[in-house]
Nanobody, 121 residues
Framework: QLQLVESGGGLVQPGGSLRLSCVAS????????IGWFRQAPGKEREGVSC????????IFVDSVKGRFTIARDNAKNTVYLQMNSLKPEDTGVYYC??????????????WGQGTQVTVSS
């Protein structure tokens, strides 16, 4: 059964850090781009970051550039989102999703259940 499972969320103070993990099962992670998305209360879901299948290409939404990094370990079927210098506006449910193919250009077909990130003092 194809699954994506996120973990690593929690409550953190502004300026703090979290590392989210997305563990894939039921398919070979090597062939697919993986994206991270978030949805804040009352807002639409937005794309945060994406990494190509090889890890050689990454993209970030402007609001997280310089603060977030994305990496993947295909041997562990895991993609990570390292979030530093967190701000209250980073609060939301974070989801990972599988791209249609190896590139961060198209849509996404499978989604995880999400992990809550709350940035508050």
């Amino acid at each position: 059964q194809l699954q994506l499972v996120e973990s690593g969320g929690g409550l953190v103070q502004p300026g703090g850090s979290l590392r989210l993990s997305c563990v894939a099962s039921g398919f070979t992670l090597d062939y697919y781009a993986i994206g991270w998305f978030r949805q804040a209360p009352g807002k639409e879901r937005e794309g945060v970051s994406c990494v190509s299948s090889s890890g050689g290409s990454t993209i970030f939404v402007d609001s997280v550039k310089g603060r977030f990094t994305i990496a993947r370990d295909n041997a562990k079927n895991t993609v990570y989102l390292q979030m530093n210098s967190l701000k209250p506006e980073d609060t939301g449910v974070y989801y990972c999703a599988r791209g249609y193919d190896s590139r961060c250009l198209g849509g996404y077909d499978y989604w995880g259940q999400g992990t809550q990130v709350t940035v508050s003092s």
